[in-house]
Structure formats: structure tokens, C-alpha cells
């Protein structure tokens, strides 16, 4: 249990207690502990109910490994090797029904992903999102659409210890604090 979060209001503990840690065991996650992330992911609001969110998979020792690790930059290689998977997360640009523009179709991914992070947590399993990597490599090696926009990569597995990262990593092993809600939240108008 995380210990050195506050929040200004209660909510609930899953929430509060959810952080990305970047120490896992390098363990094999079999597929039965992997589907339930995706399937909380289903559940997630969209837009329309457009569920425009697509995630692309590869678990360690397969094929598609080691070209999911190469697209990452390599400060993210240096702890992702320990990953039981990687996800790599699109977003559908259009509409379905009608092939429109959706505005939000960012957004309701992102509802998605969050939706994966909170089960994951809740499973005792890591979850780390990153940018770090190269985006245009990872659209033409997985043969993602041009009408997906690519968001992100996640590394999944089961933690492992703080003192097997880079000493500079270690330093960083710990759950973040936020900004207080005077810093994020306005009424009536935008505020700086």
C-alpha cells in the first residue's frame, strides 16, 4: 500500500494507490491474468460508444518481442526488458457509422487506457505507459492505418525490485505526488 499520497478529498483507494513503477520481475504473464486488463479496457466511455481504441500486443519470448522492444527509445529499453508485454495503444480518427471526425476519439481512449491501469492495479500488476518511442516505426512495422493515430506504449508485468533498476531509476522508484486542485481546477473561466 502506497503510504506517502494525500489527497485533499476522499476517493477511492484504487485510484489513490495506482502509480506506474518501472521494476518488474521479468516473469511470463500467462493469458488469463492479460484479458481481464483488456476487458476492463472495453468497458471504458466513448463517444457515441465508438470504442475507438485498439491495442496491439506482444508478450515476451514471441515472435513479435523484440520488434515491440526496438521501438522504444533506450531509457525505456533499459527497464521495459523486464515487461511481460507491450501494449501499443491507437485510436481510430473517424467515426464508424459514418466515417466523421471524432473530436474526443483521443480522449476516449485514454478512458480506456486509465480503465487497464486501475485493473491491472488492482490485480497487483504493473502497468507503465510511455512515449518514448518511435512513433513512425511503430506504425509501419505493426501496419497500423493511416486513420489511427499511434498514443503510446505500455509495459505490463509483475513487479519486481526497486534495487534491480539503474541506481538513477531507483531514485525515481516511487509513487508521485499531484498538483493541489487550486493548480487544475477553475470556475467560470480559465485561469493561469
Aim: contains cysteine; negative net charge; charged residues 25%.
Amino acid at each position: 500500500m502506497i503510504t506517502n499520497r494525500t489527497t485533499e478529498h476522499p476517493i477511492l483507494p484504487l485510484i489513490l494507490h495506482r502509480w506506474s513503477p518501472r521494476a518488474m520481475s521479468g516473469e511470463p504473464i500467462q493469458e488469463e491474468e492479460l484479458l481481464p486488463l483488456f476487458e476492463a479496457a472495453r468497458w471504458a466511455p466513448s463517444s457515441y460508444n465508438g470504442q475507438p481504441w485498439r491495442f496491439i500486443v506482444a508478450r515476451k519470448d514471441t515472435p513479435s518481442w523484440e520488434t515491440f522492444l526496438n521501438l522504444l527509445i533506450e531509457f525505456n529499453r533499459s527497464w521495459a526488458d523486464k515487461a511481460a508485454a507491450l501494449v501499443v495503444i491507437c485510436s481510430h480518427q473517424n467515426f464508424e457509422f459514418n466515417n466523421k471526425p471524432s473530436i474526443t476519439h483521443q480522449f476516449d481512449t485514454g478512458a480506456a487506457w486509465e480503465n487497464l491501469a486501475l485493473e491491472a492495479s488492482h490485480r497487483g500488476l504493473v502497468a507503465h505507459g510511455m512515449e518514448g518511442f518511435d512513433y513512425e516505426k511503430a506504425r509501419k512495422e505493426l501496419h497500423i492505418p493511416p486513420e489511427y493515430d499511434v498514443l503510446a506504449i505500455v509495459a505490463i508485468g509483475k513487479p519486481g525490485k526497486k534495487e534491480e533498476l539503474s541506481p538513477a531509476l531507483q531514485e525515481r522508484e516511487v509513487p508521485s505526488q499531484r498538483k493541489p486542485l487550486k493548480e487544475i481546477l477553475f470556475e467560470g473561466e480559465f485561469k493561469e
